[in-house]
């Protein structure tokens, strides 16, 4: 398993690239109607298969739970080519959303035009925007990884929130890089920064 980081060209203050995409069922939602009246939206590129991904599955879920009531909406989006990595499929999408009990959208880009305009290039790799929509972090969960000992608390990923929450700027100092597998690209696709 290769482990490939964020990429960060979306800077502090970019807006979040506007999009309407279809859930694992179908139903299509827009990023205006479900972040409409939120106070922060983290945007997370993930997928099924992912070592990663699996690994921060159900913290995924809590943290989720934990910030919605504080008016934080969390997006969850596959970008990975169905066709050469069946296990991310929509229906399977379904799935695997049920079996860690995700309560919060997850989104499939299948043109992988979403992933290109976030410049995502890992699952998974997560984005904060404040109330405007605009850049304010982007980064890891935490510092734990498959493999490595250590208790998962997304801490890095709650310490943003909890700032932007509080100040609705973006969150000073070094950002740390998520990590996980690269985007599974269709043929020709994989753009110039990966």
């Known amino acids: ?4 980081q964020s990429t960060f060209q979306l800077k502090p203050g970019d807006r979040a690239p506007d ?14 109607e479900l972040t409409e009246g939120e106070s ?4 997370a590129f993930v ?8 690994h921060l599955a159900e913290a995924m879920n809590q943290f989720a739970e934990d910030y919605v009531e504080r008016g934080v909406q969390v997006i ?21 959303a049920d079996q860690y009990e995700w309560g919060f959208p997850y989104l499939h880009d299948e043109t ?12 998974p790799d997560f984005y904060v925007f404040n109330e405007k929509l ?9 510092s734990t990884r498959p493999g490595k000992a250590g208790e998962i ?14 100040n609705q700027q973006p969150v000073e100092g070094t950002w740390q890089p998520s990590s996980g597998c690269n985007i599974k690209w269709k043929e020709g696709n994989a753009p110039a920064y990966f």
């Open 76 to 96: 969850a989006i596959n970008s990975n080519d169905v066709k050469n990595y069946p296990a991310d499929t929509p229906e399977k999408m379904l799935e695997f």
């Open 1 to 4: 398993m290769s482990e490939v």
């Open 40 to 43: 922060a939206t983290v945007i």
């Open 134 to 142: 605009e850049l304010a972090y982007a980064g890891q969960f935490d």
């Open 153 to 166: 608390t997304g801490a890095d990923l709650r310490s943003a929130v909890d700032y932007v929450l509080e």
């Open 19 to 32: 999009f309407t995409l279809p859930d694992g069922g179908g139903a299509e939602y827009s990023l205006a």
């Open 112 to 123: 992988q035009e979403l992933a290109r305009a976030y410049a995502a290039a890992c699952t």
């Open 47 to 54: 997928c099924n298969h992912c070592p990663f991904v699996i």
